[in-house]
């Protein structure tokens, strides 16, 4: 049911934390079918490369595991490199999703779309 993959970025996430100074933030919450999942997350970015990307979540498994996929796809790549992920690039990050936790992959991509629209 779960990859290792999956389980690995749920039972060890990457990048968890905040930024000091961040160049952008954003917060966005999912409200559908009783889960009520939500993420802070932060950049800082500086000559249109990410240096530091960042979360904080409070949700389920897949969104943990989604955070920690993003923001290992997003690491040290230019601004330009991160407008071409995908909600496919972090499935495929995670071997895939349970399709119950598809709203989990939505949601950091929400949050990257934000942080994307806040830096351009």
Do not use: W
Request: hydrophobic share 35%; with cysteine.
């Amino acid at each position: 049911m779960y990859s290792a993959k999956y389980l690995s970025h749920f039972q060890k996430p990457q990048n968890l934390g905040t930024i000091e100074n961040p160049t952008a933030t954003t917060y966005v919450e999912y409200k559908g079918k009783g889960c009520f999942d939500r993420i802070s997350m932060s950049v800082r970015v500086t000559d249109h490369l990410v240096e530091d990307i960042r979360y904080q979540v409070r949700g389920c498994s897949g969104t943990i595991a989604a955070c920690s996929a993003l923001t290992s796809l997003v690491k040290g790549k230019t601004i330009d490199n991160i407008k071409q992920i995908s909600k496919d690039d972090i499935r495929l990050e995670l071997d895939g999703i349970p399709e119950q936790k598809t709203h989990s992959v939505e949601l950091a991509m929400e949050a990257l779309q934000d942080i994307l629209n806040k830096i351009a």
